[in-house]
């Protein structure tokens, strides 16, 4: 079964770093991050093609990185200069080609306070 498990999430300070991972298990092609926050829509974050091409969204550029580990078929997110803004739950994509459909992890919460 592809499920997506995500870890890492959790509280940070503002400026700090966090790590987030996702498993899935199946023929795994493009890999992702979205985020939603309260009240907001879902969010573009990074993806990960399997290739290791990547492309990130306008508001995380230049802070986080996402990269795989196509052996494990695990995406990472490190975040960095983490904002109150980034606060929100984080959900992981995973394209199957098996079942040709994109699949979603049950999400993980990262708040950025004081």
């Known amino acids: 079964q592809v499920q997506p498990v995500e870890s890492g999430g959790g509280l940070v300070q503002p400026g700090g770093s966090l790590r987030l991972s996702c498993a899935a298990s199946?023929?795994?092609?493009?890999m992702g991050w979205y985020r939603q926050a309260p009240e907001k829509q879902r969010e573009f974050v990074a993806s990960?093609?399997?290739?290791?091409?990547?492309y990130y969204g306008d508001a995380v550029r230049d802070r986080f990185t996402v990269s795989r580990d196509n052996a494990k078929n695990t995406v990472y997110l490190q975040m960095n200069s983490l904002k109150p803004d980034d606060t929100a739950i984080y959900y992981c994509?995973?394209?199957?080609?098996?079942?040709?459909?994109?699949?979603w992890g049950q999400g993980t919460q990262v708040t950025v306070s004081s």
């Open positions: 994509s995973v394209y199957d080609y098996d079942t040709r459909s994109l699949h």
């Open positions: 199946g023929t795994i092609g493009t």
């Open positions: 990960i093609q399997v290739d290791g091409s990547t």
